[in-house]
């Protein structure tokens, strides 16, 4: 392997390039660590002490001696990411953030409480200098994936040309993660992921000392990490502070220059993330209380912290004990995020003055603006005899974006063919010569391969909206949200620009059957506060969906499309105002208040339709509202609302191939929901529909059902015909939602 | 490593212990797979015919010359399990099930098609022969280590004296898996346990094709696969049918006498789950698509069909052609079945008359009976001044079962003591020795970790219940069942008794904060067609819960438990019959016909309560329903219903600590939702639920502004004080799902 010097955006005359410096005050800093995690998890009365304690070397080898950042500005373009996927341990990242001055004691001391700088597990938003939400065991490890990604991508989007290191696009990030992270299947995804995508600018530290909630970790871990992140193609690296499992105290060594040493080695090597094994005793030098699952997730005692605190030579009476002489050395990292920040700026400015155009795209994405002619990009769809799945209109949109928005890039779980997530001609972003160690500033392709692995595509599409200077997408079948909804969370929860690409959307798929045709999915979807769950009816509203969503800024988006070819609207029929709207008057019936309203989205707003004209035939005056989306309709004046679903008109039917649950909000105690509560079965789409009552008839019986229901004051009985929640599937009426009443 | 002769139930002269025969029958009987692969996809328009082409001398293998199985008798307790975990070859299995006569040849004709035995992927209780369910990749590697351990479990329970190989409940499980699967995070969890297992009875076939729907899997998979499962601790085997990536026809030799050879020896290492690597060309020998993408989700056009049965010596231009002479070699596996079945049989009678009482265990968990005494051994739980957690309750009620219930066990994903899911003195099932390379017996523990692997845990429970002689459970957190929704989902579809405890059921967790916090997962659990989603109030209804889901069979259910301590109810105002029912009237107001029912679940039925009681202080006649399941409520007669919540009553309300989809389908138009529709926050619980709105008074608004409101002939507008669905959580008026009218 060729090993060349690794800058990376840092100049070899970077203080923090020369070797780590560990004085008597940095000893006692990081002791005063140990004491003020054991202090605020007894104040609070809960939480995790041992792994802050234990690692307090590493977090502040990191914040004080390695990482680029600068206090004084957290959110500075240049910064190395710090991720802490043992989110648990999130006083290992706060008691840094105090001694850089973006906390205060008080707020070390208010841990988990209410209003608080300082949750239970980091928040970004809320806490000036978290740049992840983590928590959740092994989200961070992919999430770290997403941001590396993030990384080479931005440089090659605005500063191509410059040498490795000399780019001030280039950052790295950092991450520390436990046991249980490398149990989570999730971070295993994305650490293949992360090899084969040569992450150089990525250090995992593990911090392993095999003591989780359960204890020691040998009742369920017993593999031998280190071999499993080779096999990966990782750089790997052992640092032992313990050298066998359950070690105590006499044989412990603390070596700090040992963890330096291996990080700025892994630095080296640029053709390979690096991960680093940091073999621990957990909540060392805890007398009693070390090396057990007892320091985990409970505090650990007055007399415990009493007896730590005399080992260490602190008062053990005294709380919350931080001497000046600690406070003074350790905020001196502010001067050194100062000394840092000068020269990045200086080379900033001579950036921009030489990169006009990439300097105007760097203003507008991060004003989250889109540029000249954006509306005009967009294609039109006329209708035809053959039809659209709103899945390939999506790819013709993404096509017709690829030189309009080059920000915007994505990708899918090993289905782009069939989720339509290849923007044309766009290059691959998986490194050109993948037998070749040397890197060499590069690929900055475009098109993303997550493989099979939709919850690590889901954290990687996360990481990178969160790094925040380009738009990511990934793509999947909309049955295996299932496997990211743990990202999706996560992305609603940081409220990140992450856009999900959900095809293949219902039972209309067709033959691959039950277990890949979505039921309850777009409702539980809808339910994950935050998130946005789009389903357009066809061609021209997909890229009326598409056209809203990217100039939409501060949560996740997930796009439901059919596989199934959809009739295309009369383009006039909707536009890009209406369909920001969420739902909309699509048809209006023969009368301006009609005589009943049929709410649908998607593939089944044709059927719909088709309904309308049946019933308008029988003289029933039949308004048709196209609800692409839920969550933005909610967002709307109540005068809207109104307009689109008058009160007044109590007889509605609201018809989605998927879980009923929900619909009764928007149809009301005499609507009837056109739905499916069962699993669905392999055939092709066409019989499913008619089987499964998706059908202009089921809509005309439940319109006439509605109508009846809604004169009669006493709403209640379900009509005849709809059957209760069955879960079978040789029913051919559609399921209709238990009431309950 | 000691290795020892590995019989495993099967007698030396088996048959098929011999060295495998392959005749020119036996190769023509696999070049028949291959056409009747191609010609069913062809036929249907559309499927996977690339593995199923390649893979059809292994499948054959396994099928006539290696698994113990009987064709009579698909439910055979002895069989071995095979397990298709690349499920989209269905072929693969749908066709060997055809040579053993549990298919027919218009069941291959009619391949996907509406009503065919033969969908789209491999369902459980849908074909004979079928014993899991497969599709969404990685499943099935997870679900296959389930049935081995499950394995373990049942000799241990049923013959734990047996020697190894001479127990009638001796069987290995066989899975296939593909490249995808690989990828997936839920096999590396699995596959992680496995080892930690010790599953010597487990072998698992990677056809190592590299080729996935977006074609070469180099683009995103580029680890050293059989490294890492050495890294695990399986014992590996490479089988180069090719020596190289991307080899054609002339270096192709499809050895199968190295995979039988590896599959035997593997077996015989007792103390290691067994990894074949079997390197195949997708779709060999197809002329033109062999080893490339266009084979593998795609028909292959009759042009190559044909050029593949003219290599083949097959008439191109005939389809589905079976020789009678390959139909009859290949319905001799009956007879095969019929003798390993006969020397099985009578070591079963053996085994009944020498073991009565184990006999008549698996006559009653075959019947899916409890024993004499099952209700007696229930604690119930006196009211106190401090309370008990649901999770607490849940823990001495499966306590109390150790001993009534043998066939019961389970654990929890690395949250044991926060789950409560150890049962007193259980012992681990983790081997006793991890360090010895012999494997004697065992061991037969009860108690499982799974480690922080939340999906695995899922899809091995589903493993365990669908060998089906034991019961299982396992724990996570609420907030995680989004890691294990992909597990979930295959049980419900499956119709499994998977049972799954999920505690920190809300908000009420507490300073995890929002990352910990449940908001969406009852209501989006609830959408998962065929799961019962329970979440009992107190200590005696979580003792009713359980002791109505232990008689229960044919679909998993989820047990919502508190974290915080909650008032432990009247023993007499509940009881297991009316829990049974789903909702019941736990509160009688002060009139026949109340005033209004206030409806809730598990922790907020206390808060109900209490706002009834300010209620009735202030002369509202209110009822208290507590709800502890609304699928099993669904299933009472509309009498019962009618009872519980009369339609006359329009003033209602309802509590839940969660998103408030679906609720309107219980409260109607008039109706008042308690919920929360965003995320949480780091604090104590009591603040929480004060600051989120989850108090009497609320509910006493609430129930005002229904009371209100039903009695207004034009109901619409929600009351004052209800915001709509903010996202911000300063909010302290509890959300209400916006109605959209």
Not at 189 to 199: C, G, H, I, M
């Amino acid at each position: 392997m060729s090993i060349t010097p690794h800058a990376n955006g840092r100049q070899v005359s970077d203080p923090v390039a020369e070797q780590v410096g560990w004085s008597d005050v940095d000893v006692r800093a990081v002791d005063t660590v140990r004491t003020l995690a054991a202090d605020a998890v007894q104040k609070t009365g809960n939480g995790h002490p041992g792994t802050a304690i234990s690692l307090a070397p590493a977090a502040y080898l990191l914040y004080q001696k390695v990482m680029r950042h600068d206090p004084a500005d957290p959110h500075w373009l240049g910064r190395d990411r710090f991720v802490l996927s043992a989110g648990h341990s999130s006083l290992t990242q706060y008691i840094q953030l105090y001694y850089a001055g973006l906390l205060e004691l008080g707020d070390i001391e208010a841990l988990r409480t209410w209003g608080s700088k300082t949750p239970g597990h980091p928040e970004v938003h809320h806490t000036a200098g978290v740049d992840l939400t983590t928590g959740p065991l092994g989200s961070g490890v992919a999430t770290a994936v997403g941001m590396a990604m993030a990384q080479r991508r931005q440089r090659g989007l605005f500063d191509p040309e410059a040498a490795p290191g000399e780019s001030i696009f280039d950052h790295d990030v950092y991450c520390i993660a436990g046991d249980g992270c490398m149990m989570e299947g999730v971070a295993s995804e994305a650490s293949s992921l992360a090899a084969t995508q040569r992450l150089g600018n990525l250090t995992l530290i593990y911090d392993q000392n095999q003591i989780s909630i359960e204890d020691d970790t040998d009742v369920s871990f017993s593999e031998d990490v280190a071999a499993r992140y080779e096999a990966y193609g990782w750089d790997v690296r052992v640092v032992e502070w313990r050298t066998k499992h359950g070690v105590r105290d006499e044989d412990y060594v603390e070596d700090v220059d040992a963890l330096h040493a291996a990080i700025e080695e892994g630095r080296k090597v640029l053709d390979k993330p690096t991960f680093i094994v940091l073999r621990t005793v957990i909540a060392w030098p805890a007398p009693t209380k070390q090396g057990t699952g007892k320091s985990h997730g409970s505090a650990l005692g007055d007399d415990e912290i009493k007896a730590m605190k005399s080992l260490l030579g602190f008062d053990p009476d005294q709380t919350f004990d931080v001497s000046d002489e600690v406070l003074a050395h350790v905020r001196k990292v502010r001067d050194r995020g100062a000394e840092l920040r000068k020269g990045w700026d200086q080379r900033y400015e001579a950036w921009r003055s030489s990169h006009a155009e990439a300097a105007a795209l760097l203003d507008r994405v991060r004003a989250h603006e889109v540029p000249e002619g954006y509306a005009e990009a967009f294609p039109t769809f006329e209708p035809d005899d053959k039809g659209l799945a709103t899945r390939a209109a999506s790819g013709k949109v993404l096509g017709a974006l690829a030189d309009v928005l080059p920000e915007l890039w994505g990708g899918s779980a090993d289905l782009a063919e069939s989720n339509n997530t290849t923007m044309g001609g766009q290059p691959s972003f998986v490194p050109e010569d993948r037998q070749t160690s040397e890197w060499q500033g590069g690929p900055y392709g475009r098109t993303l391969h997550f493989g099979v692995r939709e919850n690590a595509m889901g954290m990687i599409v996360n990481g990178i909206a969160l790094e925040g200077l380009t738009r990511p997408y990934g793509g999947t079948f909309l049955v295996f949200s299932d496997y990211m909804r743990p990202a999706v969370r996560l992305a609603a929860i940081q409220e990140a620009d992450s856009i999900f690409v959900w095809t293949h959307d219902s039972i209309g798929l067709g033959e691959d059957g039950p277990t890949h045709q979505p039921i309850e999915q777009l409702a539980s979807l809808r339910a994950i506060p935050g998130l946005d769950v789009v389903r357009p009816a066809d061609a021209n509203e997909t890229a009326h969906v598409w056209q809203t969503i990217l100039t939409r800024h501060g949560n996740p988006t997930g796009i439901a499309l059919s596989r199934q070819a959809l009739p295309i609207l009369d383009p006039s029929s909707t536009s890009v105002e209406q369909v920001a709207k969420g739902a909309y008057v699509l048809v209006e019936g023969s009368k301006p208040t009609p005589d009943v309203i049929v709410m649908a989205t998607g593939s089944e707003v044709s059927v719909a339709i088709a309904g309308a004209e049946q019933l308008e035939a029988q003289g029933v005056a039949t308004r048709v509202v196209s609800m692409p989306c839920q969550e933005w309709f909610a967002q709307q004046d109540e005068s809207y609302r109104e307009q689109v679903l008058p009160k007044a008109v109590k007889a509605r039917v609201s018809i989605e191939a998927g879980s009923t649950m929900g619909w009764r909000d928007y149809v009301g105690d005499a609507g009837r929901v056109i739905g499916i509560d069962h699993f669905g079965a392999s055939a092709d789409a066409k019989t499913l529909f008619t089987e499964f009552g998706f059908t202009p008839e089921a809509v005309v019986d439940a319109a006439k059902a509605s109508i009846a229901e809604s004169g009669d004051p006493t709403p209640g009985d379900t009509a005849p015909g709809y059957a209760s929640k069955d879960p079978g599937f040789e029913s051919s009426a559609p399921a209709e939602r238990q009431e309950g009443k």
